[in-house]
């Protein structure tokens, strides 16, 4: 291989990898924004279940409200760790970690309130689809997450004494609005009193 073969190939190889880099560091970079943006609503549907529980008869007792308190607090420290990670470069020593607690804390309590839940019928339906579609997303932003050690994650939601599966999913915003309001539609359809603002 002469000299100006190699000088090719080496400059291909440089731009292919600082390609690549870029990319990468822009993914890096829209996880924090999509989670970012999918906070608001991942409050959003918090309040959908209990605008569903109230519709339909279901009374929060203050142990529960204690609860929802709790997961309420979970996603304003989510979004303070979030913008912590992104304030300098490199992050801050602990930033991630912060990050990783808040979205345990949030999928601790949310499962804590959903397992004290006393429903059934099409009502347990909408709420676990709901539930599924909300701990289904935060296993998708902590898939993208910069770790290399595996966090463990709910395979499974329990409302009331009934298990349903979680499986990753990424979705943004829109999709996620989506998904939740096809399960209330879904509900609506069978019976299951659906105000307008349990809807995304």
Avoid at 113 to 135: D, H, K, N, R, T
Avoid at 157 to 164: I, L, R, Y
Wanted: glycine residues 6%; hydrophobic residues 50%.
């Amino acid at each position: 291989m002469n000299r100006r073969i190699f000088t090719k190939l080496a400059s291909k190889t440089l731009l292919l990898m600082l390609t690549m880099g870029n990319a990468l560091f822009l993914a890096g970079c829209s996880v924090w924004s999509d989670i970012l943006n999918w906070i608001p609503v991942g409050e959003a549907a918090l309040n959908s279940i209990l605008a569903l529980l109230s519709a339909n008869g279901v009374a929060i007792a203050p142990a529960l409200q204690a609860i929802v308190t709790l997961i309420e607090t979970a996603f304003n420290d989510l979004t303070a760790a979030v913008k912590e990670y992104q304030s300098t470069t490199p992050p801050p020593a602990g930033a991630l970690a912060k990050v990783q607690a808040a979205f345990k804390a949030i999928t601790d309590q949310f499962s804590n309130f959903l397992s004290q839940l006393g429903v059934s019928g099409g009502l347990l339906s909408v709420i676990a689809g709901i539930a599924q579609i909300v701990f289904s997303t935060i296993a998708g932003f902590v898939n993208q997450l910069p770790t290399t050690v595996a966090l463990s994650q709910r395979s499974t939601v329990a409302v009331g004494s009934k298990s349903f599966p979680v499986v990753a999913k990424k979705r943004n915003v829109s999709q996620f609005k989506h998904d939740v309001n096809v399960v209330i539609d879904a509900g609506k359809a069978i019976g299951v009193n659906c105000p307008p603002n349990a809807y995304l």
